[in-house]
Each structure stands twice: as structure tokens, then as C-alpha cells.
């Protein structure tokens, strides 16, 4: 059974950074793509990004030159770092687990099994 546990959310000012970090248990973790995806109120899921078991990765436009994800295979961790934070990132973000090796987008990752998910507010 999958399970999935974020960590790191919380509220910073416009610019700032966080990181966000998934612990995964009860699957082949590193055969699986992981991800993270994101929903603010009143807004559909959006996808920001994957991590594949092949180590490449794939992001949202909205994110990108923005937003790292990496994974810690020996450790089944997924991480999420947050830089130049814009108030439109605020939502409650979710890890998720893709029982594929590749997501081939952003897309994939909403398709997946997900955490409780963890809240980043940014201030203007």
C-alpha cells in the first residue's frame, strides 16, 4: 500500500524559498515516477512536477527556472525546492506516487496516489 507523508509547507513573503519534502513507503519507490502537484481554492489540480526512475525530470511552465524537484532513492524521499516564491504559488501542495518508470508530463502526475498534502501560503 502506498503511502506518502509531505512535509516543509508554510508562509513566506514573495521571494522567498521552501523546500518540500515527501517521505514514501509500501511500493518500489524507485521505480516509480514521483511528483507533486498543487490546488489552490476555487482552481483545478495543477501538475509542477515529476521526477522519473531514470533521474530526468519534467516541470510546469509555470515553475520552471523556479522549482527543483530530486529524489533519494536509498532513502524513498522526494523533495521539492521552492525559489522566487509569486503569491499565485499558493496552494496546498500533494506528493504523488505514478506506478510508471517515466511521467512523461506534469500531466502523469495527477494520475497518481497522493499525501495529505502540505500548505504554502506566499505574501505579496
Known amino acids: 500500500q502506498v503511502q506518502l507523508a509531505e512535509s516543509g509547507g508554510g508562509s513566506v513573503q514573495a521571494g522567498g524559498s521552501l523546500r518540500l519534502s515527501c517521505a514514501a513507503s509500501g511500493y518500489p519507490y524507485s521505480i516509480y515516477c514521483m511528483g507533486w502537484f498543487r490546488q489552490a481554492p476555487g482552481k483545478e489540480r495543477e501538475g509542477v512536477a515529476g521526477?522519473?526512475?531514470?533521474?530526468?525530470?519534467t516541470y510546469a511552465d509555470s515553475v520552471k527556472g523556479r522549482f527543483s524537484i530530486s529524489r533519494d532513492n536509498a532513502k524513498n524521499t522526494v523533495f521539492l525546492q521552492m525559489n522566487s516564491l509569486k503569491p499565485e504559488d499558493t496552494a496546498m501542495y500533494y506528493c504523488?506516487?505514478?506506478?510508471?518508470?517515466?511521467?512523461?508530463?506534469?500531466?502523469?502526475?495527477?494520475?497518481?496516489?497522493w499525501g495529505q498534502g502540505t500548505q504554502v501560503t506566499v505574501s505579496s
Open positions: 504523488a506516487a505514478v506506478p510508471l518508470r517515466h511521467c512523461a508530463s506534469v500531466r502523469t502526475v495527477l494520475a497518481g496516489t
Open positions: 521526477s522519473n526512475s531514470d533521474g530526468s525530470t
